[in-house]
Every structure is written in C-alpha cells, then in structure tokens.
C-alpha cells in the first residue's frame, strides 16, 4: 500500500470500522447487522461553506491560476489541478475488471444541510456538533468502454484549511444525497448524477470544496488529486 493510499485510508475515521472500510457508517433498515453499536439508517455528507449551490456547467478549462498545472495529453486532468465548481474534468476511469473507460467528471455543486439530516442515521454522539454538506457531481461516458454498474466514488469534502472533511458511508439509500453506481448501458454520451456526503466538524468551519481522488490519483505520492472550489 503506498503512503498516499495510507493517508487517505486514515483520513475522516471517527473511531468506526464497519465492513472494512474506515469511514463513519450509517445504515438503512434492514442492514443493521452491519454496524451492530447503531441502528439502521442512511448517511450523509457535508457540503461547501458559504456556496449553497453551484450551477451546473458545461465543459470548461481549468482554472490556471496559482501555479495549477495545465491539462494532459488529450484533454485529461492532471494530478492538483484545480477546476471552479461547475467545470470538467476529463480523467481516465476503470472499475474491477473494467479498463479503459474516459469520464468527464463536474462538481456541480457543494449544499450545506442541517445537522437534523443525521438523525436518521442513528449516529449518535459520533457526529455531535458536525454539519452535513452535499457534494453533488456528475459523469459522464466519453470514451468507448461500457460502464455498467461501475461505482465513481472517491469524492471528499474541502475544508477551508486544504484537509479532507470527515465523509459518511451509506448502506442502503440516503434521499437528501444519493450515491449509486451507474445503471446498465453506460456507453458513450450517457450521464448521470451523484452525491457524496461531507461533514464539516463544525458550524464555524465550512466545506468550501471537493476533490478527486480516484484511480491513476490516489497512487500519487504526492497525494494530489483533481479539487473543486
């Protein structure tokens, strides 16, 4: 495992393994055997400080300024480069035995929520005082590899300080920010929309952003992702 993978896999635990991944887990009914110290419950994520919303864009350049690094060979992403809400990234993207595939991945938005959202979840003291931000984002096929039931996650919450906010684990379905893997026929030119959940700790501290960290970027020593503001 490299010290990025590492890093990453350490970052948002709140002192919960549940089925073998280190990120606070809210389960929806019928799924409570697998957290057993919590009912079940779908889970949420924070949203960006201060933006209630961001509206979708089409394709757009990266921002370039900052020092951020201009865009790959072929259009595609590099590793910190940094987009405004509502631009696209073009990035390279494989699932299991999935390989090849090319998504244009927007950040479209990052909501603030209330802290009444977690209630369902039946998380307890765990999120005491935290409030849910929404991190909402969109794929799309623009390469000639079938996607099929292919899951794009890695998405976490920015806080105002560069850290990653503290991301929430749903089993099952959470309304207010759906996360579902992409439906059969997900060939080239089909879209579709998701969430991933943030929690800023506090309601001083806001999630003013998201980043990528998926696949060829987590590898990265450096630890340098795709980021959204």
Same mark, same amino acid.
Not at 20 to 28: F, P, V
Not at 107 to 136: F, H, N, W
Not at 172 to 186: I, S
């Given at each position: 495992m490299s010290t990025n993978t590492m890093r990453r896999a350490a970052t948002g635990v709140i002192g919960l393994a549940v089925a073998? @991944?280190?990120?606070? @887990?809210? *389960?929806?009914n019928g799924n409570e055997e697998v957290a057993p110290a919590q009912s079940s419950a779908p889970a949420a994520q924070p949203s960006q400080g201060g933006q209630d919303s961001a509206q979708p864009g089409t394709p757009a350049s990266p921002s370039t300024g900052g020092g951020q690094a201009p865009a790959g060979a072929a259009g595609q992403a590099k590793p910190g480069q940094t987009f405004k809400i509502g631009e696209t990234a073009q990035i390279p993207f494989s699932y299991g035995s999935t390989k090849g595939g090319t998504l244009a991945l927007t950040? @479209? +938005?990052?909501?603030?929520?209330?802290? +009444? $959202?977690? $209630?369902?979840?039946?998380? #307890? $003291?765990?999120?005491?005082?935290?409030?849910?931000?929404?991190?909402?984002y969109t794929v799309k096929n623009i390469g000639t590899v079938d996607l099929s039931y292919a899951s794009v996650g890695h998405i976490k919450g920015i806080l105002p300080d560069g850290s990653e906010a503290q991301g929430v684990s749903v089993i099952?379905?959470?309304?207010? *920010?759906? $996360?579902? @893997?992409?439906?059969? #026929?997900?060939t080239n030119g089909q879209t579709q929309t998701s969430c991933a959940i943030a929690l800023a700790p506090s309601a001083q501290t806001k999630v003013v952003g998201a980043e990528y960290w998926g696949d060829p970027y987590n590898n990265l020593s450096d630890g340098k992702g795709l980021f959204w503001k």
């Open positions: 073998g @991944t280190l990120t606070l @887990t809210g *389960c929806k950040v @479209t +938005a990052v909501e603030q929520g209330q802290p +009444a $959202d977690l $209630d369902s979840l039946k998380l #307890g $003291d765990k999120v005491k005082g935290m409030i849910p931000y929404y991190v909402r099952g379905k959470f309304e207010k *920010c759906k $996360d579902e @893997t992409l439906p059969k #026929g997900f």
